[in-house]
């Protein structure tokens, strides 16, 4: 079964340190890869996609994420983590079809931030 | 705004009470999609929308789920005889097109709670 996992619930990192959330996807073939970030209360705000191409992806606010197929991974970094990071983190997918792209998330991680 | 408006934010209802969860999608989104969020866990596909046609609804829960876009734009989940289980935030999420490599845009989501 199509399936995406984040083996990280909960992630604490010190404000300026470097991050890295873990994804893993489980498809037939490649899918559409995709992070969003969810503040409390808030919908889900799209950080970068994957969709071919170049593996390492740039997204806003300095995050980029790396497409190792060999792993069926695509984990989120960011050089220094800001206070105002702290979030939840969902990382889905959808297959590559061509048609509409029902998404799949994990169950995501989520990040405090000491100051 | 220009983004996904949900409404109302928050619902309380009583065991056994009928909902309606309005989602106003971005003016022209050909398609809409809506998710159900339990507490902890990452969202989850309800129902799919290409403009007025439900193409996809594998994700209700039950037949107590009813989901409508009777003129391609404003959409409608409806929850009969709501049950604890169905207590949840529920999110839409609209899509310029019908293609897979278009993002989601989400709104802030309503916050279902059922006593």
């Known amino acids: 079964a199509q399936s995406v996992t984040q083996p990280d619930i909960h992630i604490t990192v010190s404000e300026g340190a470097s991050l890295e959330l873990r994804c893993n996807y489980s498809?037939?073939?490649?899918?559409?890869l995709f992070w969003y970030v969810q503040s409390p209360g808030q919908g889900l705000q799209l950080l970068l996609k994957y969709f071919s191409g170049d593996t390492l992806v740039q997204g806003i606010k300095g995050f980029e994420a790396e497409f190792k197929r060999s792993q069926s991974s695509f984990n989120l970094r960011k050089p220094s983590v800001h206070w105002s990071d702290a979030a939840e983190y969902f990382c889905?997918?959808?297959?590559?079809?061509?048609?509409?792209?029902?998404?799949?998330f994990g169950a995501g991680t989520r990040l405090a931030v000491h100051p | 705004g220009a983004g996904v408006s949900q409404s109302p934010r928050y619902k309380v209802a009583k065991r056994g009470q009928d909902v309606a969860l309005r989602c106003d999608p971005i003016s022209g989104h050909v398609s809409l999609f809506w998710y159900q969020q339990a507490l902890g866990q990452g969202p989850e596909f309800l129902t799919y929308?290409?403009?007025?046609?439900?193409?996809?609804k594998s994700g209700l829960p039950s037949d107590r789920f009813f989901a409508e876009r009777p003129e391609g734009s404003v959409s409608t989940l409806k929850i009969q005889r709501t049950q604890q289980e169905d207590s949840a935030v529920y999110l839409c999420?609209?899509?310029?097109?019908?293609?897979?490599?278009?993002?989601?845009?989400f709104g802030d989501g309503t916050r279902l709670s059922i006593l």
């Open positions: 889905a997918a959808t297959p590559f079809s061509g048609g509409y792209n029902k998404l799949i």
């Open positions: 999420a609209s899509c310029e097109d019908r293609d897979s490599n278009q993002p989601q845009h």
């Open positions: 498809y037939g073939a490649t899918p559409y």
């Open positions: 929308f290409q403009n007025e046609a439900q193409l996809d």
